[in-house]
């Protein structure tokens, strides 16, 4: 890394601790005496340590030493996906919590401060480094070597104290604005029960329908992938799509006019349609298109036409995408590793029908809300953006002179 701080071994300031080894029969899915909540990869979120779906394991497994500090950092160490390995979460307090032989904690010695090197765990750095580790392993193991050897820039105790100053402002701005756009996602959910009633007792007794009477058209994308191109027509498929809506541009792919031809003739998303994942781990999410361009689609994404005479796109989107609802609908799916929903079961989706109008004035009062939730969204982009910069200048030396 380059710095006007002279760089070490990070080996020097730091101790890495194992995770705990366990067998089946010593975990626990729910609280149990004598055991303690255990954290895996998937605990591991943005940054943050997040403490639902955790498993329990016998706590006489654990050492002292694995317990998780105040301070102490959680990596993914272990894993079959290279973009899992190196993530990392720090804990911002003591916890009567451990980690399991997946992951490895980074524990800060005396000579440095925790604050400013859980920081450095978040820099490009850091990620490119632990990337260029593990790429081409067929095991993405992170293994002490890789950790240690790296070069982190070491300015004085106080410009450390300093650095993470700063750099948790700008990150306490962050997580309000994240905090904001929650309780908006929060607020459509109440409204949607408000207006609705629970969708699985269907408290107001509405009529239910199968989704395929109430749309014209049910379909999903090519079962073909064709070949990618750098140029041409914009080509959709599961990574594109979550329940904030259909974002192609983070991460774009393109096929040739001829290709999207061909797949256009059966599958012709238009602006309005609802798109809804079929296949894969996010299985079972919907979002609604408002894209007003044609595109292509991968066969993991079906494309749902409502008819506006009895169906409401917003409306549908958020039954579908209600907890509830897409427990009922996934726990059925079709296949092995590979979870799938077919289009026959699309189709036979039960939808409880509430009178059109309320369905229409639903979506009025959530078009509103995503107009706000779209300004905070922006908002978040620049504060994401501003800390990316700041991040990289202190690291760099050019915010504080040691």
């Known amino acids: 890394m380059l710095s006007k701080y ?7 300031f730091i101790e890495q601790i194992r995770g705990v080894s366990y067998k089946k029969s010593d975990v626990s899915e729910v609280p149990k005496e004598g055991y303690i909540p255990l954290l895996r990869a998937n605990n591991i979120q943005a940054g943050k340590l997040v403490f639902s779906d955790v498993i329990y394991v016998k706590k006489e497994l654990v050492r002292d030493s694995q317990l998780i500090k105040k301070g102490d950092i959680v990596i993914a160490a ?14 911002h307090s ?3 919590c451990s980690f399991g032989a997946f992951c490895k904690l980074i524990r ?5 401060n925790p604050r400013f090197l859980g920081y450095f765990f978040k820099t490009d750095y850091y990620s490119s480094s632990i990337s260029n580790s593990v790429n ?3 095991i993405n193991n992170l293994r002490n070597e890789h950790i240690d050897n790296l070069l982190i820039p070491i300015p004085s105790v106080s410009t450390q104290e300093k650095i ?3 750099l948790d402002k700008a990150q306490e701005l962050i997580d309000k604005r994240k905090a904001q756009i929650e309780a908006l996602d929060q607020l459509t959910q109440s409204v949607f029960l408000e207006m609705f009633g629970d969708p699985i007792k269907n408290t107001n007794q509405y009529k239910k329908e199968k989704l395929a009477n109430l749309c014209i058209k049910i379909t999903d994308g090519t079962h073909h992938s064709p070949p990618t191109v750098k140029e041409g027509i ?3 498929t599961a990574k594109h799509l979550n329940k904030g809506g259909l974002d192609f541009f983070k991460d774009p792919t393109y096929v040739s006019l001829e290709d999207h031809q061909k797949i256009y003739e059966r599958c012709n998303p238009e602006k309005g349609d609802v798109l809804y994942i079929k296949d894969g781990a996010t299985t079972g999410i919907a979002a609604i298109n408002h894209y007003d361009f044609e ?3 991968l066969s993991s994404l079906a494309l749902i036409k409502v008819d506006f005479n009895k169906l409401n796109n917003y409306y549908l989107t958020h039954f579908l995408n209600n907890e509830r609802v897409f427990r009922k609908i996934t726990s059925g799916m079709n296949g092995g590793a590979i979870k799938r929903l077919t289009l026959k079961k699309i189709n036979n989706i039960e939808v409880v029908v509430p009178p059109i109008e309320l369905q229409n004035q639903f979506a009025e009062i959530i078009k509103k809300i995503e107009i706000q939730k779209e300004l905070l969204q922006k908002s978040l982009e620049e504060l994401e953006n501003n800390f990316n910069s700041l991040m990289q200048r202190v690291f760099k030396g050019e915010l504080f002179n040691d």
């Open 6 to 12: 002279k760089t070490y071994p990070l080996g020097n």
């Open 78 to 91: 272990s894993s079959g996906s290279k973009e899992v390995v190196g993530k990392s979460g720090q804990a």
């Open 94 to 96: 003591d916890y009567d």
């Open 108 to 112: 800060a010695k005396e000579n440095i």
């Open 136 to 138: 081409g392993a067929n």
């Open 164 to 166: 993470a100053n700063v």
């Open 234 to 236: 914009p080509y959709i």
């Open 295 to 297: 595109f292509s689609m």
